[in-house]
T-cell receptor, first 115, second 111 residues
C-alpha cells in the first residue's frame, strides 16, 4: 500500500520558537494533502487541506498565519507552527491522496511538545 | 457524508472474534463504509471498505446489512495488538473532501 512518512516523529521546542513538520508521500504523487491535529483522548480534527501548487484551505478557527502550510511538490508538504505556545502541544498527522483515486493514506504522526 | 454512531468502548478476549458495530441509518446510495483504526500515538490505519456486499481481507471482514443502515467490522481472532480506536466513516467514493473522523470505538483486547 501507499506510504506516507512524517518527520520528525517527536519534537520538543521552547515557547516562541517555530517548528517545521514534513510530510512525504514515498511511493505515489499526492495531489492533495491534509493536516490534522489530535489532542489527548480526542478524535482527529482537520486543520487544512492543501493542493499541490496552490494555497492551503484552512478550517474555521485555524489561524493561517500561525500554521503555515506549503505543498510545493507532489511528494512533500510542510506544516510550520510559528511562535509556538504550550497550547499548540498536540499530535499532528498528515494524510495524502492521489488525484483520481480518493483513498486517503495517513502518516505516523508528529508529537509536538512546547515548553 | 452520512453520520455514524459507534459504541464508545468495547472489550474482547484475546483469540476471540471482535465484532464492532456501526450505525449509519442516513447512508445514501453512493456512499461507502470505511473502517480505520488508530493504535495509540500512531496515525490512522486503513482496514477495509465496502458498498453493499460483505468484504474480507487479511485484516478483517466487513458485514453490511441488506438495508445498508448498519455494518459490523469483524476481527476474527483478536490479539493484544488489535487494541486501538476503531473509526467507522461513511462517504462517497469520489468525495473530494477529507475523511471525517468521529469519536470511534475504543477496543481493548484482554489476555
Amino acid at each position: 500500500g501507499a506510504v506516507v512518512s512524517q518527520h520528525p516523529s517527536r519534537v520538543i521546542c521552547k515557547s516562541g520558537t517555530s517548528v517545521k513538520i514534513e510530510c512525504r508521500s514515498l511511493d505515489f504523487q499526492a495531489t492533495t494533502m491534509f493536516w490534522y491535529r489530535q489532542f489527548p483522548k480526542q478524535s482527529l480534527m482537520l486543520m487544512a487541506t492543501s493542493n499541490e501548487g496552490s494555497k492551503a484551505t484552512y478550517e474555521q478557527g485555524v489561524e493561517k498565519d500561525k500554521f503555515l502550510i506549503n505543498h510545493a511538490s507532489l511528494t512533500l508538504s510542510t506544516l510550520t507552527v510559528t511562535s509556538a505556545h504550550p497550547e499548540d502541544s498536540s499530535f499532528y498527522i498528515c494524510s495524502a491522496r492521489t488525484g483520481g483515486i480518493y483513498e486517503q493514506y495517513f502518516g505516523p504522526g508528529t508529537r509536538l511538545t512546547v515548553t | 457524508d452520512a453520520k455514524t454512531t459507534q459504541p464508545p468502548s468495547m472489550d474482547c478476549a484475546e483469540g476471540r472474534a471482535a465484532n464492532l458495530p456501526c450505525n449509519h441509518s442516513t447512508i445514501s446510495g453512493n456512499e461507502y463504509v470505511y473502517w480505520y483504526r488508530q493504535i495509540h500515538s500512531q496515525g490512522p490505519q486503513y482496514i477495509i471498505h465496502g458498498l453493499k456486499n460483505n468484504e474480507t481481507n487479511e485484516m478483517a471482514s466487513l458485514i453490511i446489512t441488506e438495508d445498508r443502515k448498519s455494518s459490523t467490522l469483524i476481527l476474527p481472532h483478536a490479539t493484544l495488538r488489535d487494541t486501538a480506536v476503531y473509526y467507522c466513516i461513511v462517504r462517497a467514493l469520489y468525495n473530494n473532501n477529507d475523511m471525517r473522523f468521529g469519536a470511534g470505538t475504543r477496543l481493548t483486547v484482554k489476555p
